[in-house]
């Protein structure tokens, strides 16, 4: 994740679900409204799903290759995501 620039990271937990505490500057599309909202990602920059636990992300993934082929690399977090140690290590490096 911190290798790669210009990362969009996509928090697709249920609204039940979603993080009090995300990545910071992530985008929140639950994974029931991928197939509606997956315009709302940048084009050509690469994507990285998350959810709290990898299980749904699978599925957003699949939604997202299927209807996003201009997305230059996507992955999925397979397992709980980092978060709190990803948002502090960009507050130590000035990114906010």
């Known amino acids: 994740m911190k290798k790669t620039p210009n990362l969009v990271i996509v928090e697709v937990n249920a609204p039940e679900w979603k993080l009090s505490r995300g990545f910071t500057e992530a985008l929140w599309i639950p994974y029931t409204e991928m197939p509606t909202h997956y315009n709302e990602i940048p084009k050509g920059r690469p994507v990285l799903i998350h959810c709290g636990g990898g299980i749904v992300s699978k599925d957003a993934y ?9 997305i230059p ?9 980092l978060v709190q140690e990803y948002n502090e290590k960009r507050l130590r490096k000035g990114k906010s």
């Open 73 to 81: 690399e996507m992955g999925h977090i397979a397992g709980a995501p």
């Open 62 to 70: 699949k939604t997202l290759q299927s209807k996003r082929p201009d």
